[in-house]
């Protein structure tokens, strides 16, 4: 393990001049490509007319989405004002006008990790920093007393040098609720399913072991490119009686079968260790149960999580720069 911050580009926040981060008008801008689309946004590459820099406005048209939707955005973007941790894409400014909504943040221009996975299998050495990374995030988070709920590699984008950034705090909620015994909670079977811990898709519950659960899914997918479970696996489960439900939990343990997995065999000790202490059934032994004994989980010891967690630590793998990470085929369907 060695400090390698004098030899790397910090995933550092962009530099932009006081009186700038609170932009309030589209006018601001200049509209350059389209870099993402989700269910209920288009995300632009835009560029602030003053400063010259890129940054990431995502537009969401009013007139599509119910009141309850509208609301969940003013809980997101609550959420992202309380967040600033050098892993998290920071968010500056939300505005609107007549038919629309916009958010601006930091502009990830390396791709999300579904879109990597797809194309190569990673060594391990580049699956821990990122790993490593989404654990330092999630810690920061969970501190704040907020549970992420949709880990996933299409909600992990990264930057130009690589760094990962945990993104889209859509269904992202504070721990609102406590057990008699003082754990803390968020009711809801939400998030996507092939992600969701036992204790969510039974239990209808969050806890912050929940999120390492999902970090888990997504380090087996980082590493063998496909999951444990698959979605119509999970939402068969689901769907099956109210009787089967109680033994859901059951068929999912058994199901897991990965601790005979062919697959899970041919990693390190060290990864197949990892992966089946995040997809530990129960909360009280899963990883992520002590968060402060994360660092010293055998998969880590390569990184300082001390460096890791100022965005130091250089990561494995470099997005090719002056690519454009997004389907084509937004650019023609986008609308304004
Ligand atoms: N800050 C950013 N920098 C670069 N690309 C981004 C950024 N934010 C979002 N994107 C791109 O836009 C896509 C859609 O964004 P996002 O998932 O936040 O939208 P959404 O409407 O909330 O989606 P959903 O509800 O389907 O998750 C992402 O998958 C990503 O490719």
Redesign the pocket.
């Known amino acids: 393990m060695g400090n390698q911050s004098s030899k790397v580009k910090p995933a550092e926040q962009p530099w932009i001049e006081e009186g700038q981060k609170h932009f309030c008008s589209i006018s601001q801008f200049k509209l350059c490509n389209v ?9 632009f ?1 835009v560029k602030d007319r003053r400063s010259k820099q890129k940054f ?1 406005l ?1 537009c ?1 048209n009013k007139k599509k989405h119910n009141p309850g939707k509208l609301k969940q955005l003013l809980t997101e973007v609550s959420l992202l004002r309380s967040l600033d941790h050098p892993l998290l ?1 920071r968010f500056y400014s939300e505005f609107e006008d007549d038919n629309k909504i916009y958010l601006v ?5 390396g ?2 990790l579904r879109y990597h996975i797809a194309q190569n299998r990673f060594q391990e050495s580049v699956v821990c920093v990122w790993i490593a990374e989404l654990a330092s995030a999630l810690m920061y988070i969970h501190s704040k007393g907020i549970l992420h709920r ?1 880990i996933k590699p ?2 992990i ?1 990264l930057d130009e040098y690589g760094h990962c ?1 945990l ?2 705090f ?1 269904v992202a909620a504070r721990l609102s609720h406590q057990t008699q015994d003082g754990k803390s909670y968020v009711k809801g079977r939400v998030g996507t399913p092939a992600y969701m811990s036992p204790e969510t898709l039974v239990h209808s519950i969050g806890y912050r072991e929940s999120d390492w659960w999902s970090l888990g899914i997504t380090m087996y997918e980082c590493l063998l490119q496909n999951r444990p479970f698959s979605s119509t696996m999970v939402v068969n489960w689901i769907r099956s009686s109210e009787k089967e439900k109680s033994s859901l939990l059951e068929t999912m343990c058994s199901s897991l079968e990965i601790r005979n997995n062919k697959q899970l065999n041919t990693l390190s000790k060290e990864a197949h260790a990892a992966i089946l202490g995040f997809l530990e059934p129960s909360i009280k032994n899963r990883y992520g149960h002590q968060e402060k004994d994360i660092p010293n989980v055998s998969f880590f010891s390569s990184v300082c999580f001390e460096t890791i967690s100022q965005g130091k630590w250089a990561p494995k793998f470099r997005p090719k720069s002056g690519k454009l ?2 389907d084509p085929i937004l650019e023609l369907e986008a609308s304004f």
């Open positions: 870099v993402g689309k989700g269910s209920w946004s288009t995300v590459v990431a995502k969401i894409c943040s930091d502009l990830m221009l791709g999300d949709d299409d909600n984008l950034r993104v889209d859509n990470y997004a």
